[in-house]
């Protein structure tokens, strides 16, 4: 996970959308959120504070946290 979360923040806009495709199929799959991803979330969230890429990482989170919702109901706050 650190190189694709490196290779999104850098400057290589190639290389950053290689390493966005790898971070879905890592963390949010065919509508399941994998562990990783709850590790992972703190450091997208940075990376879209810094504008690395912010509107598809914010994507990418909000993906996650939709299907971690629907898959965890009862964590859901009121």
Not at 65 to 70: D, G, I, K, Q, T
Request: glycine share 12%; charged share 15%.
């Amino acid at each position: 996970m650190p190189g694709l979360l490196r290779a999104l923040a850098g400057p290589d806009a190639g290389a950053a959308d290689e390493a966005l495709s790898e971070l879905y199929d890592a963390l949010l799959h065919q509508g399941t959120v994998y562990a990783a991803g709850v590790e992972t979330a703190p450091f997208l969230a940075g990376l879209a504070a810094a504008g690395h890429r912010t509107a598809d990482v914010l994507l990418l989170l909000g993906g996650m946290a939709a299907l971690r919702s629907a898959q965890h109901p009862d964590t859901e706050s009121a």
